[in-house]
């Protein structure tokens, strides 16, 4: 039997959504890409506590938060890369 794929919270398909149309955005997020796995997981961790913090959108900081997993940030890189026309470019 074949366990059906976790829903993607809707925060975090707004932040994709984000990332996608803005193309500054998009380059610190590409960028992110040449981080040590460890540093870029530090670095989420870092963004979401500050948000959490700063009392800012809970959902939203969660979706930052999951990007400190590797698997997590990777799916939403190659997703965003899938849908974007220019990211051969960008990367």
């Not at 796995?37 to 979401?48: G, L």
């Amino acid at each position: 039997m074949v366990k059906p794929a976790p829903e993607v919270p809707e925060a975090m398909v707004n932040l994709a959504h984000a990332l996608v149309e803005t193309e500054s955005l998009r380059s610190w997020f590409f960028a992110l890409e040449n981080l040590s796995p460890s540093f870029r997981k530090s670095a989420f961790s870092d963004m979401a506590t500050k948000m959490r913090n700063a009392g800012e959108d809970p959902e939203l900081t969660d979706a930052v938060a999951a990007l400190a997993r590797p698997k997590m940030y990777q799916s939403v890189f190659e997703a965003i890369r899938e849908r974007c026309s220019c990211c051969a470019r960008a990367i």
